[in-house]
């Protein structure tokens, strides 16, 4: 199971947001890299994984940076009582694959499979961990994301992300509950703004506003 919460912010908070959990003690900081995630869906509309049944995203995300190049293929499901609790709890399972094989993967899915690419998304992530906590910034091309996921095996996971939560100075109650293409749509419907299935920085983008 997966353990986190996300909060959304305007693209200048940036460089603000980088420099408060730089000034964290004990966190290690990792190199911005790109990052292309293709969300897929069921070849067979009767078991989409976007039914509310359901809920799930089967995504495959490369991920690039001066230091690495990295494929991943992922599932991941919203577990039904996550709203009951303040902290996202999901379902996720992950598989890396070598990177140089990703346009084999492609073709498998696209012409083997035949899975439907539902969405896809570009964005830069920096990620700051230590052996407790993993808090993701994501910049995407309409806004900035927060991230907080536990990583402790040891530890009461809801108890670390919400520890983090105050450590970060923030309100879990002002979380997002949802995901990246949730947002994205309730921007694009509250700033009629186009909506596009390929979220990428050279396309038309609503902006989070605080």
Known sequence: MEYEVRYYYPAEKLENI???IKSIKGLKMGSRCYEKTSQFDHPNS???FYSKE????FRIRITKSD???KCKISWKRRI???QTTDVNQEEEVELSIKYDEYDNLMFLINNVLKMKNVESYERYRTTFTNDEIEISVDEYPFGIALEIENKSNSKKPKEVVR???KILELDINKAYRLSWDDKYLE???SQNIKQYNHVTFDKP???VIE
């Open 67 to 69: 230091e690495i190049a």
């Open 205 to 207: 983008m609503p902006k």
């Open 18 to 20: 980088i420099k408060k």
């Open 80 to 82: 039904p009582t996550t």
């Open 46 to 48: 009767e078991m989409s």
């Open 163 to 165: 520890n983090w939560v």
């Open 187 to 189: 921007l694009c419907k």
């Open 54 to 57: 359901i809920d799930g995203r």
